[in-house]
């Protein structure tokens, strides 16, 4: 059984820095791409990063909204994958689930950033 | 980029109604859309993947259609259960982008 699981969230001061981690299994996570979507309160999706795997050279794309803030990595040793996200604002402030595939496939149950003083 | 457009936005139907979502791609995608459905307080669940593909476990229902720009996902009989918001996802071309999402709700 697939399984994807985000810790790290939390409160954060503007201006801040927060990694949030996604520990997988259930699947070979080295054939996979993965990515991070994310959900501000009461609105719709949206895509933030991808990390393709060993095959791809572990490329990595970034939505425009957060490119030069953030960072996605991955560990194969450990089915996990990363986001580095810093010089948080108030409009980060969302669920951020992290996805197997291209397809986004399957899906964590998300982890809260609040961004605040 | 490619924008993504649903409509309608708020959609209200009957159980056992045959239910129709729309999705807009600005510009062509081929066939490389999903759709998702999110229920309240949860995680987005994969319903419908290259346009047509119904996702494992899903039920026959659900069925999906288009290309290039214009794509739709069908419900063939309503059930409450499927009281959710539905979100499309192309993944044709960098940054991948969602349309905004149809709230279905029961009439």
């Known amino acids: 059984e697939v399984q994807i699981l985000e810790t790290g969230g939390g409160l954060v001061k503007p201006g801040g820095s927060l990694r949030l981690s996604c520990a997988t299994s259930?699947?070979?996570?080295?054939?996979?791409?993965m990515n991070w979507v994310r959900q501000a309160p009461g609105k719709g999706l949206e895509w933030v990063a991808q990390?393709?795997?060993?095959?791809?050279?572990?490329?990595?794309y970034y939505a425009e909204s957060l490119e030069g803030r953030v960072t996605i990595s991955r560990d194969d040793s450990k089915s996990s994958v990363y986001l580095q996200v810093s010089s948080l604002r108030a409009e980060d402030t969302a669920i951020y689930y992290c996805?197997?595939?291209?397809?986004?496939?399957?899906w964590g149950q998300g982890v809260m950033v609040t961004v605040s003083s | 980029d490619i924008q993504m457009t649903q409509s309608p936005s708020l959609l209200s139907a009957s159980v056992g109604d045959r239910v129709t979502l729309s999705c807009k791609a600005s510009?062509?995608?081929?066939?490389?859309l999903n759709w998702y459905q999110q229920k309240l307080g949860e995680a987005p669940k994969l319903l419908i993947y290259?346009?047509?593909s119904l996702q494992t476990g899903i039920p026959s229902r659900f069925s999906g259609s288009g290309s290039g720009t214009d794509f739709t996902l069908t419900i063939s009989s309503l059930q409450p259960e499927d009281v959710a918001t539905y979100y499309c996802?192309?993944?044709?071309?960098?940054?991948?982008?969602f349309g905004g999402g149809t709230k279905l709700e029961l009439k």
């Open positions: 259930g699947f070979n996570f080295n054939d996979y791409f």
């Open positions: 996802y192309q993944y044709n071309s960098g940054p991948w982008t």
């Open positions: 996805t197997r595939s291209r397809e986004l496939d399957y």
């Open positions: 510009q062509n995608i081929y066939k490389y």
């Open positions: 990390i393709r795997n060993k095959n791809y050279n572990y490329a990595t």
């Open positions: 290259y346009t047509n």
